[in-house]
């Protein structure tokens, strides 16, 4: 029997909406009765990548520790939703690397002052403050278009309106999928 799941990676700059959104397709899946589990960046730098700091190279493993636990839950057959910052093209390569066909991109805009405005949890407050560094300067690098199939602009469309494009391309991606 072949492995239909799928790792659904939802990215981009804090406060853009990644886990709102990842929040919702997770019950969204659930309530469709598909084995599903949610990783979020910020509960695993907390646990398995506590040990990690923020420079590029620390980012770099902690993308390759995310996409490994996503690949071996995927292979047990569940569908994975993963919500990270992933700001450089090499931290995306790596995880396209590791997660090869089953990996679906997500991008989640918006503009660094629309991020800076809504700042859910204080971090670019902190960031302003000076209590957390690279974070505001550090470079989130642009997708290139096979990192940016979904591109969901939150600055311009409703919640319901970007989780509803997330859903579609969510449903197109699991049409084989065999409970």
């Known amino acids: 029997m072949v492995n239909l799941t799928k790792v659904f990676w939802l990215y981009g700059r804090s406060g853009a909406g990644k886990t709102t959104l990842a929040r919702r397709?997770?019950?969204?899946?659930?309530?469709?009765?598909?084995?599903?589990?949610?990783?979020?960046?910020?509960?695993?730098?907390?646990?398995?990548?506590s040990d990690l700091g923020f420079k590029s190279e620390a980012r770099l493993e902690n993308h390759r520790r995310i996409a490994e636990v996503a690949r071996l839950l995927a292979l047990q057959g569940l569908n994975v939703v993963v919500s990270t910052m992933a700001p450089e093209h090499r931290h995306r390569d790596l995880v396209s690397q590791t997660l090869g066909a089953r990996l679906i991109w997500y991008?989640?805009?918006?503009?660094l002052a629309?991020?800076?405005?809504?700042?859910?949890?204080?971090?670019?407050k902190r960031a302003k403050e000076g209590q957390i560094k690279l974070l505001i300067d550090y470079p989130f690098e642009a997708p290139r278009p096979q990192e940016c199939v979904n591109y969901i602009d939150t600055s311009v469309q409703s919640t319901d309106d970007c989780f509803q494009v997330?859903?579609?391309?969510?449903?197109a991606q699991l049409a084989d999928y065999i409970i």
């Open 25 to 49: 397709l997770l019950a969204g899946l659930h309530n469709r009765n598909i084995p599903a589990i949610y990783l979020d960046g910020d509960e695993m730098r907390s646990s398995l990548c």
């Open 107 to 111: 991008y989640i805009h918006a503009p």
């Open 114 to 124: 629309v991020c800076m405005e809504r700042d859910p949890k204080g971090i670019y």
């Open 166 to 171: 997330i859903l579609e391309t969510t449903q």
